[in-house]
């Protein structure tokens, strides 16, 4: 625990006291404290915020679509299934 400690110190000397703050936030609510952890959100974090996910629509998508598995299972008017 104490190297851990001695290693946030050392990024706060490099990055500043709120970035390493921010970054042993997100460790924290990660559960990630394994060995680079903080050294990787630091990077990450650098690199700004995530763009949001793009969503494509289903008009060009090469999937058949499940409409096909609408009477899967269900009774014909002959009684038959």
Not at 21 to 40: N, P, V
Not at 62 to 68: D, I, K, R
Not at 72 to 80: L, Q, R
């Amino acid at each position: 625990m104490r190297s851990k400690m001695a290693e946030a110190v050392a990024f706060a000397k490099l990055h500043g006291a709120a970035a390493v703050d921010q970054a042993l936030g997100t460790a924290a609510l990660a559960g990630r404290f394994a060995d680079a952890d903080l050294a990787a959100i630091l990077t990450h974090q650098q690199h700004g915020p995530a763009a949001a996910p793009i969503r494509v629509s289903d008009t060009h998508s090469l999937q058949p679509g499940t409409a096909g598995w609408a009477g899967f299972g269900a009774v014909s008017p002959d009684g038959d299934k």
